[in-house]
Nanobody
Framework: QVQLVESGGGLVQAGGSLRLSCAASGRTFNSYVMGWFRQAPGKEREFVAA????????YYADSVKGRFTISRDNAKNTVYLQMNSLKPQDTAVYYC????????????????WGQGTQVTVSS
């Protein structure tokens, strides 16, 4: 079993930055692909970013490329999402997702999910 707990959300002005963290419990974290998703009110959940177990490969949605950076620290069982140049359309609840399969994570079908953290970007 893996438990995921997100933190770091909050209210920020457009153009600002936030760093989200997802802390994982369980010995298998180092072998999991990890991803970030978000869901805005009235919209479907969408893929934001993913990172391989080693951190050597990263994937991003076109809407966040160049602004967001996903990283991980396997020694701390934590994955991060650095969000810069935030826009009001980035407002959503952000969730982390983990699974051994890269394709499952990127499709939002990973085995484990956190409870989410709210990010609100004001204009």
């Amino acid at each position: 079993q893996v438990q995921l707990v997100e933190s770091g959300g909050g209210l920020v002005q457009a153009g600002g930055s936030l760093r989200l963290s997802c802390a994982a419990s369980g010995r298998t974290f180092n072998s999991y692909v990890m991803g970030w998703f978000r869901q805005a009110p009235g919209k479907e959940r969408e893929f934001v970013a993913a990172i391989s177990w080693s951190g050597g490969s990263t994937y991003y949605a076109d809407s966040v490329k160049g602004r967001f950076t996903i990283s991980r620290d396997n020694a701390k069982n934590t994955v991060y999402l650095q969000m810069n140049s935030l826009k009001p359309q980035d407002t959503a609840v952000y969730y982390c997702n983990g699974d051994p399969s890269s394709s499952r994570v990127r499709l939002g079908q990973g085995s484990y999910w956190g409870q989410g953290t709210q990010v609100t970007v004001s204009s």
